[in-house]
């Protein structure tokens, strides 16, 4: 099957690269030439037959919306668009309604592998309607991992985005339990090797997971993660995660806890437990470090 992808970066890089091995003909552009197949978007749909597959995998926001716009004017009816990059979920249906006016179908896909999906392959989420996910089966296919896992039409447009929201957001809460796990071990009197603990749990453990080890490959790489700080980013779909639990008034502690820890490594001297301390020693005279 052929298909245009716009961005190489890390992610679409990869997948260009797992398709053609799957067999697949794929047309990439990049701003940075040294990637790209193509000049440009026009010369990109121009090697394309239709009906044309174009996939996105470019940053959320304003450059996915532009790259859209742009492939919207040069496409025909009866082509796809696929949006593969961490867009929030309710971008999607407008977006599919603005392609609907010129015949151009939409799926929005979740796409989850990071480095890792070019040989262990990516799980998909996607959304939209059945005929054109249908259509996509065979790129999806080489994508997603062998065996009956990895894939599953998740929904109307806006599905698959919302999908992978859940997705990171419950990846928030592992990674952070094992950040937790790990730091009360080393904080223990008792134990003398934690990486050693750690790898122990990699099989027949009920805390085994892809997560775990990744975190024993950090530690076989650094084993007191002395060249790391404890600053950690986020990108959008925790928040948003926990934007839908207080939309739809579902409980989410660990989710939630997660996203404000993160905010918490951010700060070199918390003025939250500045104000802690302050009124612990208001109240009853307890000690404060300067």
């Known amino acids: 099957m052929q298909l245009g992808l716009i961005g190489l970066g890390r992610m679409g ?7 053609r091995a799957a067999g697949h003909e794929v047309i990439g552009f990049d701003h940075n030439a040294d990637k790209s197949d193509v000049a440009n978007l026009a010369e990109l749909v121009e090697k394309l ?4 597959v174009v996939w996105t995998m470019v940053p959320a926001g304003k450059i996915t919306e532009d790259t859209i716009d742009a492939l919207s004017d040069l496409l025909s009816e009866g082509d796809i668009v696929i949006d593969g990059g961490n867009s929030k979920f309710t971008d999607d249906a407008p977006r599919a309604a603005r392609l609907k006016t010129k015949g151009i179908h939409y799926l929005d896909v979740g796409v989850s592998g990071g480095v890792w999906g070019i040989t262990n392959g990516y799980a998909l989420m996607v959304g939209g309607e059945a005929a054109q996910v249908e259509h996509c089966k065979p790129i999806f296919e080489a994508l997603k991992p062998a065996g009956e896992f990895g894939f599953a039409h998740a929904g109307t447009h806006g599905a698959g985005h919302y999908a992978k929201m859940i997705h990171n957001g419950i990846e928030y809460g592992m990674m952070q339990a094992y950040g937790e796990g790990y730091e009360i071990l080393l904080a223990s009197e008792l134990v003398d090797d934690v990486p050693a603990v750690i ?14 080890d990744l975190l024993d490959r950090a530690l076989d790489e650094d084993p007191t993660l002395a060249n790391l700080k ?19 008034a579902v409980p989410a502690h660990v989710l939630a806890a997660s996203i404000f820890t993160r905010f918490e490594s951010r700060q070199d001297d918390s003025p939250a437990m500045k104000a802690v301390a302050a009124l612990r020693q208001q109240f009853g005279g307890h000690a404060v470090k300067r």
């Open 230 to 248: 404890g600053y950690v980013e986020d990108t959008g779909e925790g928040r948003w995660t926990v934007d839908e639990a207080v939309r739809l």
């Open 199 to 212: 790898k122990s749990w990699r099989e027949g453990s009920v805390v085994k997971s892809w997560l775990l």
């Open 13 to 19: 890089g990869n997948m260009r690269e797992r398709l």
């Open 49 to 52: 037959a239709a009906p044309r």
